[in-house]
């Protein structure tokens, strides 16, 4: 049976890369720096329960942090809360939980680490909320995860930011994150293009910074080991967009490219492709790589193209109401994608933990905290539960474009942060970096 | 021209009235002290972390710049640069390589002194436009520095989990300290600069902002003077670094890439480009800006942009040019036997 | 009151060592071009077109940046904005006629108007001013950068190639794109557009004159308020052009504004200030550098670019052609 795959809410995305993970920012030893009082008293001070959200409504990435908004807004007005006007920065208000009110008050970065660490300090400290929901983007997260250990008594709920090393080392035990990692994104499609699509010798051209890393790394660790080859990787400067003389860089010998570009780009990429002599070598894509714009900008081209990712359109129960609520409530946005619906499940997961502990987090966020950690949800795009980090495991989808349609090929179930390898083993390999994993 | 718009007028004005302008400088000084140390207990925690810690230290890399357009005349496009690599080297030996704070502080601002120096030797030759692109291509060449050489910077992601370092017994960790800190080395930064440009080092770059052709013909070099000058600037510039690296706890491209750099000019343009304390006055207005008027409207990047043009061409000194405009017709106003004007500032409606 | 650069102090020890320097400069590049011809001569002819069609783009966009300059002595620091603002009107007029060419056209008319609004509401209240009027500059494109994000939402965006520049071409089992082409013949075209203008007619002969002095110009009963507003408007138009042709292959998206502005910046310096014939040089230059960098060494690509600048600056302060005065 026949998917759509669900990324064309990116046809977006200006920069490859958008939302997402990053691997080895710095060695993040948490905290520093000036901390403020949090503003928030919580339920028990004023009687409001306040959520902050944090996306990227600036810059490059609008355009997700448009489509995140509504997801996480979705999920409010599913447990009943209004909005206070219909822009992407409005607050919402008039839902109750166990007695206490609860609103919403939303602020925006531009992406950059800076300012996402900036925007979530006036939401503890000006605003005072109780919880955080956000980042976008994974270096926001790391960011944002070191602000998290300076306020044990503010929860931290992820928005879609997939830097691995937000939970996997170090992480902040008040930092809670319902989607997977740049790196789990890519679980299945490294064997598969090796096994089946017996591609054995392939350079990868991403941007070059934290979250293609981790994409590539999700890709080669399981490549390499299937026994393929990356004699070269090409690392293309942030925001680049003429790509032709990159592309006179890679060898000729090659079955096939791993491209970890965002949708306009990697349609870019591959148009100059086809005007060199490298023409129609076939494309293996990452999680953001293959949308809509593209295959429908690549036409016949398309046909083929393998790539991976955790949102697929799947056939549940979930993923159609999903689906129907977010075109009948946003009528703006794009079919169901990544940003929209990782922002909805943490959001939901967020609402759902605070019933059960009824509003309460008037005892330093114990209960709450406790509630998130041992929560389990069934998501519009497969089961969701914690490991002991607090990181999602959760499915991971293949697919392949086929008659201009990309196809959900295969289902890998659970994937977990360590890719099913030892905890301590997968931990102790370098970080994924410009270099790592490597096998020339 | 860059004298054009600053020489000499703020000196005209205190000259203006010798025998009052002392009172006055007092009473001003004695509010300053007064709100400096009532500040802390009379605002929330946001207002004094967020807006008024915040806007010390970036006030002091506005500073640098206003010295630079003051008393040299040079618009310096780069301080963002010299700032970032300040807090970049700080932040990679004390929270990567693990050196003793202070001493990866140290070295960070001797590293970004020396990038100064250099900056300063291959920009002096430059004027008036020619400066400001030059300086804003070295600004730009160290923004992608940062984003490209990940051995040192770590790229796009930057470096986290810098810690603030105790002064002794005192964790400046605190902001209560870290605010007494950063207003003392606020301080000394003002009155450093100040006695500067008094010192014959500082005339001479005065003197070459005006007329640099009567610099050599005294026999003096306008390239050393300059460099001289661009390199003290630079050290003020570099210690706002350190201290934005401690407060932030991280520093990464995006603190010094184009739009900081904008920002750091609003700064300065705001407080007026005429007193070196206009920088933290205008640090103080830019940072309320941006914190309260985003929750405003979504299009506040638009009204900082036309508030910006709109002081550029109202008021040449700023908003405290603003002020002192409105005081001054108000005094002609009420003194209605007022001597005839002298020094007229060209201010809004009086061209 | 200089305005540009300072009178040289040492004229002849900078001259020989300049010489020195660009004879070995010419070594080294003679070396590299004969290495990578024997080495590898499909990649090379490409890098060498890649470069070339690049310093085609950079020079419709810094042609008008250096233009402004000459004449008006203002660094535009919102030549990057209308760029931008350029290439987002072509699309919406790409979309709504269907023709790439009037696309092109009235997305340059608009920004042309734009620039003249901008020049005679806000830069004449600052003029005689350069500094004010570069940073008033610095607002505008605040303003201008917040505005296409309201407009044209923060999605990157391709203006649609009309299909005849849409395929490559062969020559000797060499591909190569129609379009990359086409873009280095616009900018032939504008490039002798411009000669004929400032060498072959009167406004040029004054814009010239201007350029090399502005006080006699003024003094020669000539209406210097207009030939300046002229001038603004021109190099805009320019940058409204470049907006639509860049954003045609190569996608429009926000930052690209700075982008832009800094690519302006590089070719000028590198070339030489307020000369269009540096700008020429420029471009070529920046755009050969750029190309070859990112072949041989990707990651540091953007620093090759800088430092090759820096090192121009080192023996030319005021770039190859530089001179304006």
Not at chain 3, 22 to 34: D, E, K, R
Not at chain 3, 77 to 90: D, I, K, Q, R, T
Request: charged share 15%; net charge neutral; with cysteine.
């Amino acid at each position: 049976m026949l998917h759509r795959m669900v990324l064309p809410a990116l046809t977006a995305i200006a920069l490859a890369v958008s939302g997402c993970g990053a691997s080895t920012g710095g060695k993040d030893s948490g905290g520093g720096g000036i901390a403020g009082a949090a503003n928030g008293s919580g339920a028990a001070g004023d009687g409001v329960l306040k959520i902050g959200l944090l996306s990227t409504l600036d810059g490059p990435f609008a355009a997700l942090g448009q489509a995140a908004n509504d997801g996480a807004k979705l999920a409010l007005l599913d447990a009943g809360a209004q909005r206070s006007g219909t822009g992407y920065r409005d607050g919402m208000t008039g839902l109750t939980i166990g007695g206490q009110k609860v609103e919403l008050v939303v602020e925006s970065s531009d992406a950059t680490p800076d300012v996402a660490l900036a925007a979530a300090r006036r939401l503890v400290e000006k605003d005072g909320v109780d919880i955080l929901v956000g980042p976008l983007g994974g270096d926001e997260g790391l960011a944002v995860k070191g602000y998290a250990k300076q306020h044990p008594e503010v929860t931290f709920v992820n928005g879609t930011s997939a830097a691995q090393n937000t939970t996997l080392r170090d992480p902040a035990a008040n930092f809670f994150r319902f989607t997977t990692d740049g790196t789990q994104w890519m679980a299945g499609l490294g064997a598969y293009t090796v096994n089946t699509l017996h591609y054995k010798r392939v350079v990868t051209v991403a941007e070059d910074y934290s979250f293609p890393y981790d994409q590539v790394g999700g890709f080669m660790t399981p490549f390499c080991g299937a026994g393929g080859h990356v004699p070269k990787k090409v690392w293309v400067p942030l925001g680049t967009k003429d790509f032709s003389s990159f592309i006179s860089s890679i060898p000729k010998d090659i079955d096939a490219l791993y491209v970890a570009l965002g949708g306009t780009d990697a349609l870019n990429f591959v148009k100059q492709l086809d005007e060199s002599s490298l023409k129609g070598t076939p494309i293996v894509g990452g999680s953001i790589t293959v949308d809509g714009a593209v295959i429908n900008g690549l036409g016949k081209r398309a046909d083929g193209i393998v790539s991976a990712g955790p949102v697929a359109a799947l056939d549940t129960v979930q993923y159609r109401d999903y689906a129907a609520k977010l075109k009948a409530t946003f009528p703006q946005a794009g079919p169901p994608g990544l940003f929209d619906i990782g922002y909805y499940i943490e959001m939901t997961a967020l609402l759902k933990a605070l019933t059960e502990v009824k509003g309460k987090v008037d005892d330093g966020h114990k209960a709450l905290n406790a509630a998130l950690a041992k929560l389990t949800l069934d998501t519009p795009i497969g089961p969701v539960r914690l490991d002991q980090n607090r990181q999602a495991i959760a499915n991971n989808y293949l697919f392949q474009v086929r008659d201009g349609q990309s196809a959900l090929i295969q289902t890998i179930p659970d994937v977990n942060q360590t890719l099913g390898l030892d905890r301590a083993a997968f931990v102790a390999q370098p970080a994924n970096d410009r270099d790592h994993p490597s096998c020339p | 021209m860059a004298s054009d718009m600053t020489a000499g007028r703020g000196d005209q004005a205190t000259l203006r009235r010798p025998w009052r302008a002392p009172r006055a400088r007092t009473v001003a000084a004695v509010i300053v002290v007064v709100i400096a140390a009532a500040i802390p207990y009379v605002t929330s925690s946001f207002v004094f972390v967020q807006i008024v810690i915040q806007s010390l230290w970036m006030a002091m890399v506005a500073a640098s710049l206003v010295f630079l357009v003051r008393f040299a005349g040079m618009v310096s496009l780069a301080q963002t640069g010299l700032y970032g690599t300040a807090g970049y080297v700080t932040a990679n030996l004390s929270a990567i390589r693990g050196l003793n704070p202070w001493a990866a502080a140290g070295i960070g601002v001797l590293v970004a002194v020396a990038l100064a120096f250099v900056v300063g030797m291959i920009s002096s030759r430059a004027r008036g436009v020619y400066f400001i692109m030059l300086t804003l291509a070295v600004g730009v060449f160290l923004y992608y520095f940062a984003l490209q050489y990940r051995p040192f910077t770590f790229g796009f992601s930057g470096i986290n989990g810098v810690r603030v370092p105790d002064l002794g017994p005192v964790p400046l960790s605190d902001p209560l300290n870290f605010y007494w800190f950063t207003l003392a080395l606020s301080v000394a930064a003002l009155v450093g600069l100040y006695t500067f440009s008094r010192s014959p080092l500082g005339l001479a770059l005065q003197a070459d902002r005006d007329c640099p052709e009567r610099v050599e013909a005294l026999g003096m070099s306008t390239t050393a003077v300059r460099v001289i000058g661009f390199t003290a600037a630079g050290a003020v510039a570099s210690v706002g670094g350190v201290l934005s690296v401690w407060f932030n706890g991280q520093i990464s491209p995006g603190s010094l890439d184009i739009t900081r750099t904008v920002n750091i000019l609003v700064v300065a343009v705001l407080g007026g480009v005429i007193r070196l304390e206009g920088a933290w006055l205008g640090a103080l207005l830019f940072t309320a800006l941006t914190a309260y008027v985003s929750n405003i409207t979504n299009y506040y990047n638009s009204v900082i942009g036309l508030v910006y043009i709109a002081v550029v061409l109202v008021s040449p000194n700023g908003v405290p040019g603003l002020f002192t405009a409105t005081a001054r017709s108000l005094q002609r106003a009420l003194l209605s036997s007022a001597p005839p004007r002298t020094t007229a500032r060209p201010v809004n409606g009086e061209k | 009151m200089a305005v540009g650069a300072a009178p040289p102090t040492s004229r002849f020890p900078a001259v020989s060592r300049g010489r020195v320097l660009w004879t070995a400069g010419g070594i080294a590049v003679l070396a590299l071009t004969v290495r990578e011809l024997v080495a590898a001569p499909a990649v090379f002819v490409t890098t060498v077109l890649d470069g070339l069609t690049t310093a085609g783009l950079y020079f419709l966009v810094a042609s008008g940046f250096t233009l402004i300059f000459g004449l008006l002595r203002v660094t535009n620091l919102a030549h990057g904005s209308f760029y931008l603002a350029g290439g987002y009107v072509g699309y919406s007029l790409r979309e709504a006629t269907g023709n790439w060419f009037l696309a092109l056209a009235g997305a340059a008319v608009a920004v042309a108007l734009l620039g003249l609004l901008f020049q005679l509401t806000v830069l004449r209240l600052v003029g005689g001013d350069p500094l004010r009027e570069s940073l008033v500059t610095i607002g505008l494109s605040v303003v201008v950068a917040d505005m296409t994000l309201a407009v044209w939402g923060g999605s990157s965006l391709d203006i649609t190639i009309p299909p005849f520049l849409g395929s490559t071409i062969e020559v000797h089992g060499l591909i190569y794109s129609r379009f990359r082409l086409a873009l280095l013949g616009l900018a032939l075209l504008v490039g002798f557009g411009l000669w004929v203008l400032l060498h072959r007619t009167r406004l040029g002969m004054t814009i010239r004159a201007g350029v090399d002095d502005p006080l006699i110009l003024a003094t020669s009963g000539v209406n210097v308020p207009l030939v300046l507003s002229f001038v603004f408007g021109l190099g805009s138009l320019m940058a409204g052009l470049a907006g639509v042709a860049g954003g045609s292959y190569l996608s429009l998206s926000q930052g690209e504004d700075a982008r832009y502005l800094l690519v302006s910046l590089l070719v000028v310096i590198v070339g030489g200030l307020g000369s269009v014939p540096g700008a020429v040089v420029g471009s070529v230059v920046v755009g050969l550098v750029q190309a070859f960098a990112q072949v041989h060494l990707p990651t540091y690509s953007v620093l090759v670019t800088f430092g090759v600048m820096i090192v121009i600056l080192a023996v030319r302060p005021r770039g190859v052609l530089g001179g304006a005065e």
